[in-house]
């Protein structure tokens, strides 16, 4: 596709509930990344994949949060018994493989999320 | 970790004017890059500017690497160029995770 893409756009939940959030990276970018943006925290890093490997788990708020990435394409953002501070933006990112240069990440729509 | 600012955080302007913004750095980085948030959440690439200054069309960005901060000019602006607009950086080779800057939030009025 043109551009990375996100699914759902919007997902309403109640609180305990799991969700999955999907993300679709440009073909061909091997680095996909999750972000997340809320009111009080601004955008912060959650996780980075080079192909199917998390090499930086580190932005993961707490082990309810995990990520798997599939075939060097598909992401999915899986976050289990939600709890009301979960609600934000999830934003998906993805770029050229850099291991030696600087590449420039291209973002998706997001997903907005609403717990309950 | 390191810290981004951004000056100011909040910024209106009649439709014609130009505007400069700032983002500042508290360590070293390896990339620079500019967003431009539209109303509709949108993240979108203005630049990637490591170091030097770059055009596009009313948009100029410089970076000063040695000196730890970057610039965003917009001229003639128009309403379109309302919205939040992000500087964000990255430290290392390898792993390109960005850190976000706290926002400028620019309101262009007819």
């Known amino acids: 596709g043109a551009g990375v893409s996100q699914s759902p756009s919007n997902k309403v939940t109640e609180k305990g509930k799991d969700v999955e959030l999907r993300c679709d990276p440009i073909?061909?970018?091997?680095?996909l990344y999750w972000y997340r943006q809320s009111l009080g925290q601004g955008l912060e890093f959650l996780i980075y994949?080079?192909?199917?490997?998390?090499?930086?788990k580190s932005g993961l708020p707490s082990d309810r949060f995990s990520a798997e990435r599939t075939g060097g394409s598909v992401s999915t953002l899986t976050i289990q018994r939600t709890q009301q501070e979960d609600s934000a933006v999830y934003l998906c990112?993805?770029?050229?493989?850099?291991?030696?240069?600087?590449?420039?990440?291209?973002f998706g729509p997001g997903t907005r999320l609403l717990v309950l | 970790g390191i810290q981004v600012e951004q000056s100011p955080p909040d910024l209106i302007l009649q439709e014609g004017a130009n505007s400069t913004l700032r983002c500042n750095f508290s360590?070293?980085?390896?990339?620079l890059q500019w967003f431009h948030q539209n109303p509709w959440g949108q993240l979108i690439n203005l630049f990637y500017?490591?170091?030097g200054t770059k055009q596009n069309g009313r948009l100029s960005a410089t970076t000063v690497a040695t000196e730890r901060y970057s610039l965003l000019y917009i001229s003639s602006s128009q309403t379109t160029d309302s919205g939040v607009y992000f500087c964000?950086?990255?430290?290392?080779?390898?792993?390109?995770?960005?850190?976000f800057g706290t926002g400028t939030r620019l309101t262009i009025i007819p």
């Open positions: 990112a993805s770029s050229l493989a850099a291991t030696t240069t600087q590449e420039t990440q291209y």
């Open positions: 073909s061909g970018h091997t680095a």
């Open positions: 994949f080079q192909g199917n490997s998390a090499p930086d």
């Open positions: 360590d070293s980085v390896n990339n």
């Open positions: 500017i490591p170091s």
């Open positions: 964000a950086v990255t430290l290392n080779f390898g792993n390109e995770k960005l850190t």
